[in-house]
């Protein structure tokens, strides 16, 4: 398996673009989370999904950043009007229930917002 | 409310020396606790959890974390640290019933050649 894919790796874009980070999870892992980490704010849950549904999104700082999943394959975090202070790596990551094994994390996407 | 506490934010040690990077938790009810490795430019692994049975549960390259109830502490140690140990290393509570993780800031571990 190549593990949890996250494209693009790094995206650079412009204050009040639309931004959609991607996410391939491992085949069979049923749960599926997007974190943010920062230098001030260290890692943060943003929203988890649980068999395609969304469970907690209570970390998603605001309207402006929304999260799907479509099917058990794919996930989707966008940012509609991306802000500067937005700028962070964005993880994805995956395990089978509740993560008793551990969660695989993919490699992030670098997001600069400038 | 649930939490965990990394005291350190850098721990430096000489290879060869043991390693300690602590971590305590502030929970109710039992915790599931992890702990979790970041090598540069990379995405978060795994490396052990305790969840029941002993107190001292070992891991992958070579760490080991020990449980101490009576101190909510979940220390990570190693007996020789090696230079290519120098990552950030993450302590994570899950709750008991719950989905996610809840992730300490990170300690940043160096070890001096």
């Known amino acids: 398996d190549a593990g949890v894919i996250q494209s693009p790796r790094h995206e650079v874009t412009e204050m009040g673009q639309e931004v959609t980070l991607r996410c391939k999870p491992i085949s069979g892992h049923n749960s599926l989370f997007w974190y943010r980490q920062t230098m001030m704010r260290g890692l943060e849950l943003l929203i988890y999904?649980?068999?395609?549904?969304?469970i907690d999104d209570s970390g998603m700082p605001e309207d402006r950043f929304s999260a799907k999943m479509p099917n058990a394959s794919f996930s989707t975090l966008k940012i509609q009007p991306s802000e500067p202070r937005d700028s962070a790596v964005y993880f994805c990551?995956?395990?089978w229930g509740r993560g008793d094994y551990g969660y695989t994390f993919g490699s992030g996407t670098r997001l600069t917002v400038v | 409310a649930q939490s965990v506490a990394q005291p350190e934010d850098q721990v430096n040690v000489a290879e060869g020396n043991p390693l300690t990077v602590k971590c305590t938790y502030s929970?109710?009810?039992?915790?599931?606790l992890f702990w979790y490795v970041q090598y540069p430019n990379r995405g978060l692994q795994f490396l052990l959890k305790?969840?029941?049975?002993?107190?001292l549960v070992k891991g992958s390259y070579g760490f080991e974390a020990e449980f101490n109830k009576s101190q909510t502490s979940f220390h990570l140690k190693k007996p020789s640290a090696l230079v290519s140990d120098s990552a950030l290393y993450f302590c994570a509570v899950r709750l008991t019933g719950a989905n996610n993780l809840f992730f300490g800031t990170g300690t940043r571990l160096t070890v001096i050649p």
């Open positions: 990551a995956s395990t």
């Open positions: 929970v109710s009810g039992n915790p599931y």
């Open positions: 999904f649980n068999n395609n549904v969304p």
């Open positions: 305790y969840i029941t049975g002993d107190n």
